[in-house]
């Protein structure tokens, strides 16, 4: 029998997992492309500002990724940011979020 404080963390996860479930349904490019370099990070260990470093790419350039003012990455940057994980452009654009959603126009 799952005691009463059991119950509302199961029940509070159930609708985190909702919460996330329709934050994805409606997420942006932009909204993706953060996740997806704040993931890579994540996996690999290193900050956003190690990431700029690595990529040869501004703080700027990418601090305005990451707090969604620039919302289309040039193809340019993108690139830059996947030679800096050693990675492809298509690796990098390669995951859930970008493959299985329609975006929102921003």
Not at 8 to 28: E, P, Q, S
Not at 49 to 78: F, W, Y
Request: aromatic letters at 6%; proline letters at 2%; glycine letters at 6%.
């Amino acid at each position: 029998q799952i005691g009463e404080e059991n119950y509302i963390i199961v029940a509070f996860g159930k609708i985190l997992n909702i919460y996330c479930d329709l934050r994805r349904i409606y997420m942006t490019y932009s909204d993706a492309i953060i996740k997806r370099l704040s993931d890579l990070c994540a996996d690999r260990g290193i900050t956003i500002n190690r990431l700029a470093t690595l990529s040869g790419i501004t703080q700027s350039t990418i601090n305005s990724m990451m707090n969604g003012e620039t919302k289309n990455p040039k193809l340019k940057t993108l690139r830059k940011i996947a030679m800096g994980l050693n990675m492809t452009v298509s690796e990098l654009l390669d995951f859930p979020e970008m493959n299985e959603m329609e975006f929102e126009d921003e």
